[in-house]
């Protein structure tokens, strides 16, 4: 499902870089410790990976840039310089395009930030996750709240003027009140994030703490308490002027990740890196995760190449879209698949909103789920999984 640009059809461009300074207790993304050999020999093949791509997207115009991980801000600044001069030079940038890189506290400094603006880099994703030091410690982060203050500022002083910062909630242990410091302090900084990513702690398996946790060595707060954090993000995030675009992130208005709301949109994407998930013109693939195969041939791992059919059209239309508080268009549905929503997913509309999960959005011709919508939101989508043979 591609959207229609002035230049053509848009793409958004991921880039995976999967090392960091170390592998936090609760990740389980593909990342890892890399020496700085291995660092420059990815950022090597990903610089062939993004140019030798590029000439299948040649009639498409890059409308945004996320260089994820891992840690991006653990490679040299020059690998982030160059795969910013890479994407110019090889795909058709749009002039307003949003170009984000995450970065760590205390992996990156003001120096190098202002290289990273002048590069054309200009949203930051700061990964802070708590303001209190023995919780950064708990979760085995390796900076301080006070670290944090120093890279955001300097972040401000080489010019970024869209920040997002990653908030994390129900950690081991944690209270209501450690929580509310943690959104008071980020609040209180000089200049506020324009952006506020808020997750609670999931323990993922093959992580420290999903080990621990099993072990019954990991205490977590319990769902009455993690529902009151999740409920007081709301509060607090709202009263300074912050609105809930999508289950789990707050902006001020303008600054939504324009990026992340493309996935939600089935916007055609391209992962570039080891692991990177694409969508494009309703095919899925994937890179493969091991790093020797990448690096002796970055252009031949692709990997579970799917093309979507009709109805995972249709249920990827709903279930990802369901993500945004604005809700789902009716009549992009109608154009996209030939028939009303309801027609399709009547049955399960009905119930949820009779069960006060949705409600209709009438100038869409669509549905949104409602705030309790929003607090049940898988049990809400999981009946959006169509189950025709």
């Known amino acids: 499902m591609g959207s229609e640009t002035m230049e053509g059809k848009e793409l958004l461009l991921y880039f995976h870089i999967p090392f960091c300074a170390r592998k936090c207790?609760?990740?389980?993304?593909l990342s890892a410790y890399g020496d700085e050999a291995t660092k420059k020999a990815y950022m090597e093949a990903l610089l062939a990976e993004t140019a030798g791509s590029a000439v299948s997207y040649d009639s498409y115009t890059v409308s945004s840039v996320f260089i994820g991980g891992g840690t991006p801000s653990v490679v040299p600044v020059c690998y982030i310089e160059r795969l910013m001069e890479a994407v110019r030079k090889h795909y058709r940038l749009a002039d307003n395009g949003e170009i984000t890189i995450e970065v760590n506290p205390g992996t990156v400094s003001g120096e190098e930030l202002g290289r990273y603006r002048?590069?054309?880099?200009?949203?930051?994703?700061?990964?802070?996750?708590?303001?209190?030091?023995?919780?950064?410690?708990?979760?085995?982060?390796?900076?301080?709240?006070?670290?944090?203050?120093?890279?955001?500022?300097?972040a401000r002083e080489a010019g970024f003027e869209n920040i997002n910062v990653d908030l994390m909630s129900a950690l081991p242990g944690q209270r209501l009140s450690d929580y509310k410091e943690t959104l008071?302090?980020?609040?209180?900084?000089?200049?506020?994030?324009?952006?506020?990513?808020?997750?609670?702690?999931?323990?993922?398996?093959?992580?420290?703490?999903?080990?621990?946790?099993?072990?019954?060595?990991?205490?977590?707060?319990?769902?009455?308490?993690?529902?009151?954090?999740?409920?007081?993000?709301?509060?607090?995030?709202?009263?300074?002027?912050?609105?809930?675009?999508?289950?789990?992130?707050?902006a001020r208005r303008g600054y939504e990740c324009r990026h992340n709301c493309g996935y939600w949109r089935r916007r055609n994407y391209l992962g570039l890196g080891i692991g990177a998930a694409s969508l494009v013109e309703n095919v899925r693939f994937r890179n493969g995760r091991e790093l020797a195969p990448y690096l002796k041939d970055p252009l031949g791992c692709h990997e579970e190449v799917h093309t979507l059919s009709r109805q995972e059209q249709m249920e990827e239309f709903m279930f990802l879209g369901l993500r945004m508080t604005e809700g789902l268009d009716g009549k992009e549905f109608e154009r996209l698949f030939g028939c009303r929503m309801e027609e399709v997913f009547g049955e399960a509309i009905e119930k949820n909103i009779r069960d006060g999960l949705l409600q209709m959005r009438r100038p869409l011709g669509g549905i949104a789920l409602t705030d309790k919508g929003l607090d049940l939101s898988n049990y809400v989508m999981a009946q959006f999984l169509l189950e025709i043979p």
């Open 25 to 29: 207790f609760y990740c389980d993304f």
């Open 118 to 154: 002048r590069a054309g880099i200009n949203r930051l994703s700061v990964g802070l996750q708590s303001a209190r030091n023995e919780e950064l410690a708990l979760l085995g982060r390796i900076h301080t709240w006070e670290q944090f203050q120093e890279t955001y500022g300097a």
């Open 184 to 250: 008071e302090k980020v609040l209180a900084l000089e200049e506020p994030p324009e952006h506020i990513s808020a997750y609670s702690l999931i323990l993922e398996e093959g992580t420290l703490f999903f080990d621990r946790y099993r072990a019954g060595e990991l205490k977590v707060p319990d769902e009455e308490t993690d529902r009151a954090m999740y409920q007081e993000t709301k509060r607090i995030l709202y009263k300074q002027g912050y609105h809930r675009y999508e289950i789990s992130n707050y």
